[in-house]
């Protein structure tokens, strides 16, 4: 499933401010393609020594297809993409999938066992339920509708292997948002062969650069953060960041009382924490971070403490004070501000 067209969706919780050069040589042009996907934004930018039209369009098309054909595998947004297809699946038989799909579930087992099945691409009927995806939304669930979902909810319930996938509960449904634009992200900037590139889908953010520092805003994670606000300036060369909170996808009901979309599927309610967000840098691949932001917002604080000590991941937490005000927490090597 794609971010999109949710409740109060915001674009973008990462902005790509500028890029810098150290080099006072340097005549490279910079050339942006932008547009739109997955309910969201996306930019592409890479320099160039001269600017020429075929190469952008061509640059601008092969762009387009790689998120078409992602959005066709992994959206669930679209009915006819192979993740809809699978969801729609009453059977617990052997269904052949593409090898990208299967690369991205199969990706998923990872952060699902490093935090202890709070990360879980089955959460999806609870995201539902929740109100948090394409499906009609009615009222907030009740314990009764809420036990009776968390029966089929559980990433042990789906198995896959060469290329297949099936379930073991005919009811399960799976949900890829919180890795699928950050795989998109690694095939465009591994598809186009330039020396310093910047590729952003929806606030998650890949650069490779030899000489260009690409400057990245990480927004103040408020709910009333419409302008995006910066709260902090990370400046990258290799690597990637990809952010996860509670501030951009939520609702208030009737009582006044806050739900956002980052829901714990093993108690089947939205995670409570004093943490606003989190951004996490890797010197790998953008799926990486962004699995890695969901599975680590979802842990308790001295977890996450814990796995930045233990790992060469580096990150960046936003809390809420009792005060409302926010307060930074750095690992050591998170690119300084």
Not at 131 to 138: R, S
Not at 170 to 186: C, E, H, P, Y
Not at 221 to 227: R, T
């Amino acid at each position: 499933m794609m971010t999109s067209a949710r409740k109060l969706v915001f674009l973008l919780s990462l902005v790509i401010l500028s890029c810098n050069s150290p080099s006072t040589n340097n005549i490279d042009e910079i050339v942006s393609i932008l547009g739109r996907t997955m309910g969201t934004t996306y930019s592409v930018k890479y320099t160039t020594g001269i600017k020429n039209n075929d190469d952008i369009k061509e640059n601008k098309n092969k762009i387009e297809e790689i998120l078409r054909n992602v959005n066709m595998q992994m959206s669930t947004y679209i009915p006819e993409s192979e993740i809809s297809q699978f969801n729609r699946m009453r059977n617990t038989e052997w269904v052949n999938i593409s090898e990208d799909f299967a690369f991205v579930v199969q990706s998923s087992f990872e952060y699902y066992k490093m935090s202890g099945g709070l990360y879980d691409i089955t959460v999806m009927p609870l995201v539902n339920l929740w109100g948090f995806g394409p499906d009609k939304f009615i009222d907030t669930p009740s314990t009764t509708n809420i036990d009776s979902v968390l029966a089929f909810v559980g990433q042990d319930l789906i198995e896959i292997e060469s290329g297949r996938i099936r379930k073991k509960d005919s009811r399960v449904q799976i949900d890829l948002s919180s890795i699928a634009k950050g795989f998109a992200v690694d095939k465009i900037i591994e598809s186009l062969n330039y020396d310093n590139i910047f590729v952003e889908i929806g606030g998650e953010v890949r650069s490779k650069s030899d000489k260009k520092i690409w400057k990245v805003g990480i927004n103040t994670p408020s709910i009333d953060n419409i302008s995006n606000e910066i709260e902090y300036i990370a400046p990258i060369k290799n690597g990637s960041i990809a952010t996860s909170g509670n501030y951009r996808n939520f609702y208030i009901d009737k009582d006044n009382r806050f739900y956002h979309h980052e829901i714990n599927p093993l108690t089947g309610y939205p995670i409570m924490s004093k943490l606003a967000s989190i951004s996490i840098f890797t010197q790998t691949s953008c799926m990486e971070a962004d699995g890695l932001a969901t599975a680590l917002y979802m842990m308790e604080m001295s977890d996450i403490n814990s796995f930045f000590q233990d790992t060469d991941i580096e990150g960046l937490m936003i809390l809420v004070e009792p005060d409302m005000s926010f307060k930074q927490v750095v690992s050591q090597d998170f690119p300084a501000n």
